[in-house]
């Protein structure tokens, strides 16, 4: 029984550092750099963002709390337990409302048909751009690739 509970106990602070990390890994690369965290529309984005880096380091308290716990029960109190456990799920609970609200803001902003129809069209025209940029052999008898990347202009589908 305790072989078992220190391999969830060990995936999930595995799975929570490794939550964390990306997320950091994301703010610093991605929304520091870029002038879209000053922008309205982005706000919640980011927000989320926090809000799962907060949900790792809950996740790491929580399921670091079981080992004390499943080791010496009659020391360690299960309030500790309990309480962390009940933070992580108000956390989650938290981050699945904000990300209703990014898409209902997506909504009202683009409009609901609008916000889908946006959606796919920028879907279609990655395919689109994939395909396009997708290099080609021109010559397949020689020995050495010659690759050749069409230039064609980028059109745009938006609604």
């Not at 982005?42 to 989320?48: L, V």
């Not at 360690?76 to 609970?93: A, E, K, M, Q």
């Not at 690739?145 to 745009?156: A, F």
């Amino acid at each position: 029984m305790l072989v078992t509970n220190y391999t969830v106990t060990a995936i999930g602070i595995l799975s929570s550092g490794l939550q964390v990390a990306l997320n950091i890994h994301i703010v610093y690369k991605y929304l520091i750099p870029s002038p879209a965290w000053k922008k309205h529309d982005f706000r919640f984005i980011i927000f989320r963002t926090f809000i799962d880096i907060l949900q790792g380091f809950a996740g790491v308290a929580y399921f670091s709390s079981i080992i004390p716990y499943v080791l010496r029960p009659d020391l360690f109190s299960f309030n500790y337990l309990f309480v962390s456990g009940l933070i992580l799920t108000n956390i989650t609970i938290v981050r699945s409302f904000l990300a209703a609200g990014i898409a209902i803001e997506r909504c009202f902003n683009y409009g609901p048909v609008t916000g889908v129809l946006r959606t796919v069209g920028r879907l279609f025209e990655a395919l689109v751009m994939y395909k396009l940029m997708k290099p080609k052999i021109t010559s397949p008898k020689s020995n050495s690739m010659h690759l050749k990347i069409p230039q064609q202009e980028r059109t745009s589908m938006r609604f």
